[in-house]
């Protein structure tokens, strides 16, 4: 049997001198080509969770495989690290170098990649994220969203199965935002697993699957629609919905035969036609 991409088996964790859990008993199975949604209000676990995806955090009791490896044995650590990029919130933190084509060179570089391999990933990473030509332009010329970007293709260059995005959008404005959504929508349509933590609603609509971290431990796990009209999870966890799915469930109550799937305002839009 082929082991799924990403196994957490009775996963807890306690940061140091905490007592509470971070992460309680969390099983979890996420298969290869996802591309899923992690939410939950503020301390309720998913970087926490992310982090233990790479090996950067090591659970305190359960396992965590990656294409069946563990992170709990060091020799798996560089393969799994390999295998998955995380994007954090502040891209600041991220990029080491002064010159953009340096810094996405700069973890292929590190792994021992041939220099001509990794022209040619360098180049495709910065292609990926449109961000080809600003290849030799400084990184401090570059506003949030352009560096967020440039720390994509970072990752990017080093050819990850798995690319886990912490809030990576959070210092975005709402056009950097979409943009970056765009980006990880066609690298997932390139095969690449998608895990994006979130605290914006409207950015799980285009996720195959929603989880929600309440407490440490996993309080839904669903499509969005369903997390979207489960009333009482959404009051448990404090979760907003977009404003395109409160507006369809204003127009349900007037009686138009707006569906559950019907997530975005294009999609409402269509539904009306439909009914002209
Ligand atoms: N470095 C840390 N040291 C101690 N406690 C932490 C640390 N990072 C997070 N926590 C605690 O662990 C819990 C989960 O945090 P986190 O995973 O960061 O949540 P989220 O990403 O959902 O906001 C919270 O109670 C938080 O206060
Ligand atoms: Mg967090």
Same mark, same amino acid.
């Given at each position: 049997?082929?082991?799924?991409?990403?196994?957490?088996?009775?996963?807890?964790?306690?940061?140091?001198?905490?007592?509470?859990?971070?992460?309680?008993?969390?099983?979890?199975?996420?298969?290869?080509?996802?591309?899923? $949604? &992690?939410?939950?209000?503020? =301390?309720?676990? !998913?970087?926490?969770? @992310?982090?233990?995806?790479?090996?950067? *955090?090591? /659970?305190?009791?359960?396992?965590?495989?990656?294409?069946?490896?563990?992170?709990?044995?060091?020799?798996?650590?560089?393969?799994?690290?390999?295998?998955?990029?995380?994007?954090?919130?502040?891209?600041?933190?991220?990029?080491?170098?002064?010159?953009?084509?340096?810094?996405?060179?700069?973890?292929?570089?590190?792994?021992?990649?041939?220099?001509?391999?990794?022209?040619?990933?360098?180049?495709?990473?910065?292609?990926?994220?449109?961000?080809?030509?600003?290849?030799?332009? $400084? &990184?401090?010329?570059?506003? =949030?969203?352009? !560096?967020?970007?440039? @720390?994509?293709?970072?990752?990017?260059? *080093?050819? /990850?199965?798995?690319?886990?995005?912490?809030?990576?959008?959070?210092?975005?404005?709402?056009?950097?935002?979409?943009?970056?959504?765009?980006?990880?929508?066609?690298?997932?349509?390139?095969?690449?697993?998608?895990?994006?933590?979130?605290?914006?609603?409207?950015?799980?609509?285009?996720?195959?699957?929603?989880?929600?971290?309440?407490?440490?431990?996993?309080?839904?796990?669903?499509?969005?629609?369903?997390?979207?009209?489960?009333?009482?999870?959404?009051?448990?966890?404090?979760?907003?919905?977009?404003?395109?799915?409160?507006?369809?469930?204003?127009?349900?109550?007037?009686?138009?035969?707006?569906?559950?799937?019907?997530?975005?305002?294009?999609?409402?839009?269509?539904?009306?036609?439909?009914?002209?």
């Amino acid at each position: 049997m082929v082991p799924a991409l990403i196994q957490f088996d009775h996963v807890t964790y306690r940061y140091e001198d905490s007592v509470k859990k971070a992460l309680d008993d969390v099983c979890l199975t996420i298969a290869d080509g996802s591309f899923v $949604a &992690v939410v939950g209000h503020n =301390g309720s676990g !998913k970087s926490t969770l @992310a982090k233990h995806i790479n090996g950067l *955090l090591l /659970p305190e009791s359960g396992e965590v495989t990656v294409n069946g490896l563990s992170t709990a044995n060091e020799e798996n650590i560089l393969p799994i690290r390999q295998t998955v990029g995380i994007v954090f919130q502040n891209p600041d933190n991220q990029i080491v170098t002064t010159i953009i084509e340096e810094d996405v060179a700069f973890g292929p570089e590190n792994m021992g990649v041939p220099p001509q391999e990794i022209r040619k990933r360098v180049d495709d990473a910065l292609d990926t994220v449109g961000m080809r030509d600003y290849a030799e332009r $400084a &990184v401090h010329q570059l506003s =949030g969203g352009q !560096k967020q970007r440039i @720390a994509i293709a970072g990752m990017l260059a *080093l050819r /990850p199965n798995i690319l886990v995005m912490d809030e990576a959008t959070a210092m975005l404005d709402p056009r950097g935002r979409s943009d970056l959504i765009e980006t990880l929508k066609k690298l997932h349509a390139h095969g690449l697993t998608v895990i994006m933590v979130t605290q914006y609603m409207e950015e799980i609509t285009d996720c195959d699957r929603v989880i929600v971290m309440h407490h440490g431990k996993i309080a839904a796990d669903d499509q969005p629609e369903a997390i979207f009209s489960d009333q009482d999870l959404l009051k448990e966890c404090s979760l907003d919905v977009p404003e395109a799915v409160r507006l369809a469930e204003t127009l349900r109550t007037t009686g138009l035969p707006i569906s559950d799937h019907a997530l975005k305002t294009e999609q409402i839009a269509e539904e009306l036609c439909r009914l002209l």
